[in-house]
């Protein structure tokens, strides 16, 4: 594995490569298993493999988690690896924002629902700095979790909206046994947190099974369910319970098996966590 | 020459040309000397030319001439066939912005000062079509003339900070025998307009021979020079007369003689005009 830090390097390098297929896989480093689903799925896929690890500064809001997001370079090196990753890119801010940036891209109104209400412009900053890559990579295929459910849905209508030549292909949410959603964040919860947290993924399977079973659809008391079952549990805070279409990500009043999603946020012992639940295809 | 309306045409098309230079020329059609400048250009400099002809709805205000743009369609292709442009690119808008379209870049500050404290959303308009059109075309090289200069740093701008594979070449302003800066909306004037118009590049001219020869560097005083000059003729509505720096398009106080630009919007028989003087290199 070769780690660079600089564009120009990155896009030399992968000159000679453009004979195979390149792939790959953003992340912001502190991997889990979940990560390493995308990763293994992009080696599977491509002649060279590329991840990048990068916490992006413009996807934190004030008062956001910025500078307490977890990170580990050297572990987050060696699973790569092991994994037999070509390229670790991991470029300083400064090489990715230099002194006077100022070009930004919007994917309008799919930024302003579910995390975009209270995360302003924090889709700016993820869009943009995906956008910036794919330029850096000419990826043939690039790699994202289902979990950031609605960063992928965005990343797909930017991709497809912009014309850019770069299929967005989808990783299935990594649970824990228990049913926690991996995320970076869960190694800031306590143990108690952490069993606090399975209510929120409990809570989706619960509806999940009601919906497939024929017994539920109206919205309504989809959101009602899912709430009243968080609420039971203690220092749970719950910032949304949202039904929308996966398309579009526009509200909806019944279910639609082949175009839902079910998204929910929340916070426990300050740690901010999301999950979802998606019928159809994506 | 090839005349291509489908994004996934021009696509497959432009795959065989790889391995020579591909050159592109933006346009809105209605073309004169100065864009066959930019063309004549394109041809020397490439293997492949790409030309676009389209006239861009979002980069149109409301109460703007989008409609009334003129277009001449049968006289464009006949002007890019004698010059040996190989490829037409004239797409429907549905082509570009299917329904349900949502995704927009903007070069944040620098489409707040000139043109785009009048014409909001302008250059986010600008800036998305060229960026699609790069993301279409992968260009080696991309044209564009200096008379729209916030345009041509705005691309420049756009294009570096994204890490597009392009390189911005620009092209001096073309004007006719009376110093008017070429323009599709000239076409718009009476001969008595034209007349009054010439006060715009002279009054620029006029304070070019000054400053070069040293007697005038005062931001204020040229303003005030060039207002008070264009003034004197009767039917001229001035927008804004600006001198920025051409880097970053922030306000100088004194004239430097490698990073300026003077530029001025003004109304003439209810056509919007442009003219700038630059100085130094863009």
Redesign the interface.
Known sequence: METIKK?DKL?KSLIGKREGTIGFVPTMGYLHKGHEELIKKCKNENDTSVVSVFVNPIQFGKGEDFKEYPRDPKRDSDIMKNLGVDYLFCPEIKEIYPK???????????DKVLCGKKRINHFEGV?TIV??FI??I?PDTIYFGKKDAQQLIIIK??VN?????TVVRSVDIKRDLNGLALSSRNTLLSESGKLSALKLSQSLMYVKEKILNGQLSEVKEIKDIIKRNISKEKGIDIEYIEVLSLK?LTELKKVDLNNTIIALAASVENVRLIDNLILGEI
């Open positions: 564009i896009k006077g940036y100022k070009t930004y891209v919007n994917v309008k109104e799919f869009a956008l910036k330029n850096i000419s209508k930017m909206d912009l014309n850019l030549n579009n």
